[in-house]
């Protein structure tokens, strides 16, 4: 009955919408626990002295190894969407995802530079399996034209907050305690973070039937002469992809070309730039694609490089805006000292607080409802709001005096007011823009520019110390309140091109 019921439509057992979807809810909820409790210590880890636990690293090495990190992790969506498509499915896909991700925190764990570089490929793995393939899952326990789509990836939304809210305060309250002789605990909040996801973990386990046939197989073309070719091209792909690699790890450890964190970081920014490029041009002028296909393909690419300039502001909660929390605002509330780290809970919790009205919202406007392109200027406008914000709380800063916790609050509301604007719609806009044979490697597109934005967000994080904060938040700003201007003018064009999704 349960299986027969999930993923028609017709199941209504959690708040009207499909049992499944509190499966996924609770899965990415423990995921999110995971990432951002790490990610919420990572930046100060590596910032941190050597003798008061951290890594020792110079802001501008901790930049760009944070900026890396964080979009080779959305970056390998693309890869973890393509292999769910064509090997193994979207539920193993996040099984195994989610296992990696475990080791992975607990290598971070370990008290050695080798086990943490590790631990930070591992969780680019994990997560590049885990994180587009769930959120694919999502869209396929609806039919196709179900009006609860949108706002069944609103509620989704508030599991991953749900995790971002909780894993900050836990994470952040055991890694940034002084436990003995004066070392910070940044690894105990690692190692909290690994436990988060193995709870999650069991859970995926434990209520994967109520997921019926969602993602259990690969998506075939419907062909078997196709499914075989493009399984062998992917074969030949990955071996291309594992030789370059290698190649470049011999370059280095014959000391041919220095590898810096640095060099690496910036040549992964052109990486970035070069496969959008070429994975554009194949869905726009590639052989294969129907041409409402095509078109769809263009809609997505318009929303592609906004959802990147979006990321690369938002994305500083973990860079340029924790070291603003750490360094330069007065941690205490109602007399109560607390981890800086605490404020990556902030635009999480307002996330939570507003997500059900935006769900609401949604569905109340009817055929009011402002269009995907609309939503996107709107989330892009107030993006560029929270930076103007700040520009004042730095320049107050820049006086060596602490300021108030309200300046980051009232930017973190105006960030989660545009995140609603745009991350759970662009979600369910890419299940309904995308072909059936190619929903996972979609879904990756979709974080492929989350992953330019988490890049573009690292390189303003390792400006910190050398650039005035005015001129950098004011920046910020400037880019994406233009960004929203440039949106809202294609809106009319983006929604001709989106024309038959359902």
């Avoid at 999502?138 to 789509?149: I, K």
């Avoid at 300021?403 to 719609?425: D, K, R």
Wanted: contains cysteine; aromatic residues 12%.
């Amino acid at each position: 009955m349960v299986s027969d019921m999930a993923g028609t439509g017709a199941d209504t057992r959690f708040f009207g919408h499909p049992r499944g979807l509190c499966t996924l809810f609770f899965t990415e909820m423990f995921e999110r626990f995971s990432y951002y409790g790490m990610h919420a210590l990572l930046m100060l880890y590596m910032a941190d002295k050597i003798s008061r636990g951290g890594l020792g690293f110079s802001v501008a090495k901790a930049g760009s190894i944070y900026g890396l990190y964080t979009s080779m992790v959305y970056l390998l969506c693309l890869a973890g969407g393509w292999i769910a498509d064509v090997f193994i499915g979207q539920r193993r896909a996040v099984l195994a995802g989610a296992i990696l991700i475990a080791i992975g925190e607990f290598c971070l764990f370990a008290p050695s530079e080798v086990s943490f570089y590790a631990g930070l490929v591992l969780l680019m793995m994990g997560t590049g399996l885990l994180k587009g393939n769930v959120s694919t899952m999502v869209g396929q326990l609806y039919r196709q034209g179900d009006p609860r789509r949108d706002s069944g990836f609103s509620i989704f939304y508030v599991g991953i907050n749900i995790g971002a809210i909780l894993s900050p305060i836990v994470c952040g309250w055991v890694g940034q305690r002084q436990w003995t002789n004066g070392i910070v605990g940044y690894r105990y909040g690692f190692a909290v973070a690994g436990l988060g996801m193995l709870a999650g973990l069991v859970q995926y386990l434990l209520q994967a039937r109520y997921l019926g046939k969602a993602g259990l197989q690969p998506a075939g073309t419907g062909s078997a002469e196709k499914d075989r070719l493009r399984k062998r091209n992917s074969i030949v792909a990955g071996l291309v992809i594992l030789a370059v690699c290698a190649l470049i790890a011999v370059v280095g450890a014959l000391g041919i070309v220095r590898l810096t964190s640095e060099l690496i970081g910036d040549s992964e920014g052109y990486l970035l730039i070069g496969i959008s490029v070429v994975v554009f041009a194949w869905l726009i002028f590639g052989r294969g694609w129907a041409p409402a296909e095509r078109k769809r393909a263009m809609a997505i690419l318009v929303l592609f490089w906004s959802s990147a300039l979006f990321w690369a502001s938002f994305e500083q909660a973990g860079s340029s805006l924790n070291l603003f929390a750490d360094r330069s605002t007065r941690c205490v509330i109602f007399g109560y000292a607390f981890p800086s780290s605490w404020f990556q809970s902030s635009e999480a919790v307002f996330v939570v607080l507003l997500a059900p009205f935006f769900a609401w919202l949604w569905l109340a406007l009817g055929r009011r409802d402002p269009s995907t392109p609309a939503k996107f200027s709107l989330g892009l406008c107030f993006g560029g709001l929270a930076f103007a914000l700040l520009v004042p709380a730095s320049k107050i800063a820049a006086g060596g005096v602490l300021v108030s916790t309200w300046w980051l609050n009232s930017a973190y509301l105006l960030q989660a007011v545009g995140e609603l604007c745009l991350s759970p719609v662009g979600l369910s806009a890419m299940t309904k823009l995308a072909p059936e044979r190619a929903a996972g490697f979609i879904m990756g597109i979709w974080f492929l520019s989350t992953s330019i934005g988490n890049w573009m967000a690292g390189k303003a994080g390792s400006l910190y110390s050398s650039m005035p904060l005015p001129t950098l938040f004011g920046t910020v700003a400037g880019v994406s309140l233009a960004g929203a201007l440039a949106m809202a003018v294609l809106i009319r064009p983006t929604v001709r091109l989106m024309s038959g999704a359902k």
